[in-house]
C-alpha cells in the first residue's frame, strides 16, 4: 500500500515540475521576445498586392509587411482571399493583422492601427465615350449603376448616399471587367490601383475617365490588427513599423515600386 501511495505521490511531484517548467518557458517566451506566429491577411490589390509571375506575393504594401516581420523576427503566414472574407477574420479573430485597410471613422475603433501606407484619391470613374459631362458632385450620379466590392467601405458609403443601382461584386476585378462590358455606368477606385487591373485584361487606361472625387473614402491605407489582439503584440509592431519609417526603409520601397505602377490622372 505504502508503495502504491510512494509511485502516487511522486506522480504528483512530477506533474507539478512539468507544469512548472511550461510555465518558466512561457515566461521566458515573453521576456525574451522569442518569436510568435501571426495570422495576415489581404486581397490582391495591384500596386499594393500584386501576384508575381512565380505565383508569389508581392506589391508595395506586401513588402513593407515582409520589411516589417524581419524587424520583429516573428513566423507570420499571408493569406490571400476575397476582401469580404480577409476583412472578416480580422474583425472576428484575435492577433490577425490586415492590410491594406482604409483608416475611416467607421473602422476607428474596430482596429488597432499599425502605420499608414499610402494617402487614396479615390475618385467615381466612368468610360469617356459614356453619357457623363461636367458632372460637380455624386448626386448627379445615383440613379446610375454602379459596380462596388463586397464589403468595402466604398460599398458602405455609396449605400448610405442611397444610390439606386449597386451591383455588389467579389472583387475589383470584376468592376473594371464590368465597366468595359458596359454592364455598369460606373466604378470607384484610385488610379494607382485601377491602372494595373485595367492592363491586366489588355484594356485602355485612356478610355477612362474620373467624374468626381469622393472625399471622405481618400484616405490613408494602414496596416491594423483585430481590436482583441494582444496590446503588448500590437506596441510591438507599432514601435517596429516606427522604427521603419525613421530609417526611410518604407520610404525606399514606396519609391523603388511605385515608379513602376504611376499614371497620369487626366479629365
Not at 103 to 131: C, M, P, Q
Not at 154 to 170: D, G, H, K, M, R
Request: include cysteine.
Amino acid at each position: 500500500m505504502s508503495s502504491i501511495l510512494l509511485i502516487f505521490h511522486g506522480s504528483n511531484i512530477v506533474k507539478k515540475l512539468k507544469l512548472l517548467a511550461v510555465g518558466l518557458s512561457l515566461f521566458l517566451c515573453s521576456w525574451l521576445g522569442v518569436a510568435e506566429k501571426i495570422s495576415v491577411v489581404t486581397e490582391y490589390l495591384p500596386p499594393y498586392q500584386v501576384k508575381n509571375d512565380d505565383s508569389s506575393l508581392g506589391g508595395i504594401s506586401t513588402e513593407i509587411v515582409k520589411a516589417l516581420f524581419k524587424l520583429t523576427k516573428d513566423d507570420f503566414e499571408i493569406k490571400v482571399m476575397p476582401w469580404a472574407r480577409s476583412y472578416h477574420q480580422a474583425l472576428t479573430q484575435k492577433n490577425t493583422l490586415i492590410y491594406s485597410l482604409s483608416r475611416t471613422k467607421e473602422r476607428e475603433n474596430l482596429f488597432y492601427w499599425v502605420g499608414d501606407i499610402y494617402s487614396e484619391h479615390i475618385y467615381i470613374w466612368a468610360l469617356k465615350s459614356s453619357k457623363f459631362k461636367n458632372i460637380n458632385n455624386i448626386e448627379q450620379l445615383k440613379a446610375n449603376s454602379i459596380g462596388l466590392v463586397r464589403q468595402s467601405y466604398a460599398q458602405q458609403y455609396i449605400e448610405n448616399e442611397n444610390f439606386s443601382n449597386i451591383y455588389t461584386l467579389v472583387n475589383d476585378d470584376q468592376s473594371v471587367q464590368m465597366l468595359f462590358a458596359k454592364r455598369v455606368d460606373l466604378i470607384i477606385g484610385d488610379a494607382l490601383t485601377l491602372a494595373p487591373r485595367v492592363k491586366k485584361y489588355h484594356l485602355d487606361f485612356d478610355q477612362m475617365k474620373p467624374l468626381v472625387e469622393i472625399k471622405p473614402l481618400s484616405v490613408d491605407l494602414y496596416l491594423a490588427f483585430n481590436h482583441n489582439s494582444e496590446q503588448a503584440l500590437v506596441n510591438r509592431y507599432k514601435k517596429a513599423f516606427a522604427q521603419l519609417k525613421h530609417v526611410g526603409r518604407i520610404a525606399q520601397i514606396l519609391e523603388e515600386l511605385s515608379s513602376r505602377y504611376s499614371v497620369e490622372v487626366t479629365r
